[in-house]
């Protein structure tokens, strides 16, 4: 893991998010924090595992999304070889759409 990550001034964003209540409370704060393409693009990232996850493949993710071939192929890189982040909000976020 990179050493920012282990800076205690990184543990302060988690935290914050933690104590967010709502959909709502935490788009306030992203849109708050974020730029609206810093926004965007983690919106789209996250549709784009969403589908790779549903087994789609690069192109019809790029139709569907307008994401580039990099984009995808950052985000399908996460899901296999990452952190492990995807893996753990995708099952939780597909149980809440059921």
């Known amino acids: 893991m990179s050493k920012f990550y282990d800076k205690p001034s990184s543990d302060l964003l988690y935290q914050a998010m933690l104590e967010l209540h709502s959909a709502e409370e935490c788009r306030e704060f992203l849109q ?7 926004l965007k693009a983690m919106e789209q990232r996250m549709e784009v595992a969403m589908l790779l996850d549903d087994g789609l493949i690069y192109s019809e993710i790029l ?6 071939s990099a984009t995808i192929s950052r985000v399908n890189r996460c899901l296999h070889y990452g952190a492990n982040g995807y893996r753990t909000i995708l099952p939780r976020l597909k149980e809440r759409q059921k």
């Open 63 to 68: 139709e569907r999304t307008g994401a580039s």
């Open 32 to 38: 708050d924090l974020c730029t609206v393409s810093e």
